[in-house]
């Protein structure tokens, strides 16, 4: 399985990503992407000026690296991407994209879906909401828990 | 020695700060307490159990005895991706 | 619920349609989309020289309208967008690109997911692979049918 | 009477046929035997129950009595997307 992950700075074009990742593959029937989009509000409806993603100058491209790798470990996947973007992020920007190509689309559905419910809860950010009416540090849900432990053993 | 905080703590308390460690400061158990007198407004999120150290790139117990030429980096909760 | 459907006579640009789908979205935090690739080779091994999607001048594209409808019914999703083609698909072009939009990123997941299993058994198309040792037309797999019947109430 | 044939039938027989229908052929099921008699390398694809007549876009049985102004479309199974 070949995979790559990527600690983007800057803005980028998920769109071509997806052409990116189709451009490398060889006979893989189905791809499955997911594209992460900052909300322009708070849960409370406030609007939101900016996201702010502090990260680990190490500890955080590596836990990219172990989700995709445990990604490709577990499903019969032959090729898998991750973006993800830290620092400074604005309402409407990606921050994060994921893609999966394989044979069977349930692997490729399976593994972008596994990569997601994983960096919800695993990736090594910390995050900050800045909005109108102030800022706050976010904290993973009880729903990013559950779907997490969705794919315990 | 080198300390750095992550997230909220970072905002708190910035993000990199060398403190002078008197020689009854050993533990990572020690050195919160230490901080929390620096930084007495922040003295309630450095106590929190769910305040993770971190040295080398790996998380440490709070008996973990730190060397003065170690950087000890402090995780609030991961709030994921 | 937005949704929109294309049957395409031509080859089409996945990247390009996420990249347009993307463009059209304002609060959505999630995206999943799906493209399905014409394979190279039949399930014995042999190379395809081309696929034909032989189809229905009216029912093909009320299948599709019908399975999109469905997904946007069953799944909180706010947007939803199914291009497939029809007529001759050379191995290596897309054959079909789903994408859906929520601001929960299961049900994009589910949505997206519903619709290629919907597709692969209820789409109006006759498929027929024609490779270098023969032409054989196409009927829905087992695996196929039962994707299908995971949804089924 | 305007026949049209999908998918495989289409390959055997051609997309689209004329035939002169005779008072006695009122029915599909009549429709299909009149059908096997003139294509016979087809008869057996014309006889399956998995192939589905189609009128005015909406399928019908086998005792639907088509009429010679009507279009009638034969369906082989479904492959899907």
């Given at each position: 399985?070949?995979?790559?992950?990527?600690?983007?700075?800057?803005?980028?074009?998920?769109?071509?990503?997806?052409?990116?990742?189709?451009?490398?593959?060889?006979?893989?029937?189905?791809?499955?992407s997911f594209v992460g989009v900052a909300r322009p509000t708070t849960r409370g409806g406030s609007p939101v000026e900016r996201l702010f993603l502090d990260h680990h100058p190490r500890l955080t491209g590596r836990?990219?690296?172990?989700?995709?790798?445990a990604a490709g470990d577990r499903f019969d996947v032959s090729a898998l991407r991750v973006v993800h973007r830290f620092g400074e992020v604005a309402p409407g920007e990606a921050i994060v994209f994921v893609a999966a190509a394989s044979a069977h689309r349930r692997a490729a559905f399976e593994a972008?879906?596994?990569?997601?419910?994983r960096l919800k809860t695993d990736a090594v950010f910390w995050k900050r909401e800045d909005a109108v009416d102030g800022s706050h540090w976010i904290e993973p849900t009880d729903s990013d828990r559950a779907e997490r432990a969705r794919w315990s053993e | 020695m080198k300390i750095l905080f992550f997230g909220r703590l970072g905002d708190m308390v910035g993000r990199e700060t060398h403190v002078e460690v008197p020689p009854e400061t050993r533990t990572v158990a020690d050195l919160r307490q230490?901080?929390?007198?620096?930084?007495?407004?922040?003295?309630?999120?450095?106590?929190?159990?769910?305040?993770?150290?971190?040295?080398?790139?790996?998380?440490?117990?709070?008996?973990?005895?730190?060397?003065?030429?170690?950087?000890?980096?402090?995780?609030?909760?991961?709030?994921?991706?």
């Open positions: 399985m070949r995979h790559s992950t990527c600690l983007a700075s800057d803005r980028f074009d998920p769109a071509l990503e997806l052409s990116t990742f189709l451009g490398q593959l060889s006979d893989e029937g189905g791809i499955v836990s990219l690296e172990e989700v995709a790798g972008a879906d596994y990569v997601m419910d | 230490l901080l929390a007198q620096l930084h007495p407004a922040a003295s309630e999120d450095l106590s929190r159990p769910s305040l993770r150290a971190c040295v080398n790139d790996l998380i440490v117990g709070e008996n973990y005895v730190v060397a003065d030429s170690e950087t000890v980096e402090f995780f609030p909760p991961l709030s994921g991706g």
